[in-house]
């Protein structure tokens, strides 16, 4: 209660001749809250609140100007209290892409969401963002066997899984550094993607964007842990941004079995992270909301494993911690 009362104390002195009432907006998998401001005349604007103890605004204001700057739609910023923790931003609605998402929209929707990520591409530099190095990635896959197998799955690997599971990564993080670098947002996908009537889609949650790997968003938009496409629909997508790109001038593969093979294994690096952020999210923080999501992000992991023969002896671990893979799908 106290927060609140700070953050419309401070709403208060900002516009003290606008009454308004607050109201809950969302909230995220961090200590971040955003809360609407509506006013009496109609218009709205969105608070974010973010405890200084739990939370750096600065990032989210840096990447806000990047991206703004690119000609994307992502929150103004209309004011600040780095001191509180408070943020107040242009309201962007309500409407996520998950929402609407449908077989009759999804080829408009996915085609303004790829000309976004492209106008961030182009944007790039290497100077502004942090690396998406291999000691980050690295620690992201760290999260597999620390959450997703010990404390979710109760197994301890053999000395032999561990060394399959060590060889994998050798090669995913080979793979991963070996492309071309852009901006990424680290989470563009249908929850973070708003519908707006204007230069859509609207764009939230982008403060751990980082300096990487090109394919890695569009893993995170055409492989979503939270809907599900056909593969032939997710190809014709792909070749669609693909041939997008290369017109823009986009350092992508000239060979799209090159770049497809790129997109699968960043792939393969977002789901052993997603799957440990995941049971972390539960296990550590209490959430569980997201265990419903687990058996498509494990689908999207084994069916690109099985793909690809570097990773066929990840793909054989995998069996043997969820043996029920083999006879019963992925209902576990």
């Not at 709205?44 to 990447?63: G, I, N, Q, T």
């Not at 949650?205 to 090109?214: K, L, M, S, W």
């Not at 960043?266 to 440990?276: A, D, E, F, T």
């Not at 069916?303 to 083999?326: F, G, M, N, T, W």
Request: charged share 25%.
């Amino acid at each position: 209660m106290q927060r609140i009362e700070q953050l419309t104390t401070w709403l208060h002195a900002l516009h003290p001749d606008r009454p308004f009432s607050l109201a809950p907006a969302s909230a995220d998998a961090s200590f971040r809250r955003y809360f609407r401001v509506s006013f009496a005349d109609g218009t709205s604007l969105v608070a974010m609140d973010a405890p200084p103890e739990h939370e750096d605004c600065r990032p989210f204001l840096h990447v806000a100007e990047l991206f703004e700057s690119a000609g994307v739609h992502v929150p103004h910023i209309h004011a600040r209290n780095l001191e509180q923790g408070f943020l107040l931003l242009s309201d962007l609605g309500s409407t996520t892409y998950l929402q609407i998402l449908g077989r009759e929209n999804a080829r408009t929707l996915y085609g303004a969401a790829t000309d976004a990520l492209i106008q961030i591409q182009l944007a790039s530099s290497p100077d502004h963002l942090p690396a998406y190095d291999q000691a980050l990635l690295r620690r992201e896959l760290e999260l597999f066997p620390e959450w997703y197998v010990s404390k979710h799955l109760g197994v301890t690997l053999s000395e032999k899984q561990h060394a399959v599971l060590e060889e994998s990564f050798r090669r995913i993080l080979a793979n991963n550094l070996a492309q071309p670098s852009v901006y990424v947002h680290r989470d563009y996908h249908s929850r973070n993607l708003m519908h707006v009537p204007d230069n859509n889609p609207g764009i939230l949650d982008f403060q751990d964007a980082v300096y990487g790997p090109i394919t890695y968003d569009l893993a995170s938009l055409f492989k979503d842990a939270y809907i599900r496409w056909e593969e032939a629909d997710i190809m014709d997508w792909l070749i669609r941004y693909w041939e997008k790109a290369r017109k823009a001038g986009l350092p992508v593969r000239e060979d799209f079995g090159e770049f497809y093979r790129d997109y699968e294994m960043m792939g393969v690096q977002r789901h052993i992270k997603v799957l440990g952020i995941f049971a972390r999210l539960y296990h550590r923080d209490g959430k569980a909301g997201y265990l419903k999501d687990m058996p498509l992000v494990f689908e999207y992991l084994h069916s690109a494993c099985a793909r690809y023969i570097d990773l066929k002896p990840l793909q054989v671990l995998l069996e043997e911690l969820h043996p029920q893979v083999i006879t019963e799908g992925y209902s576990f």
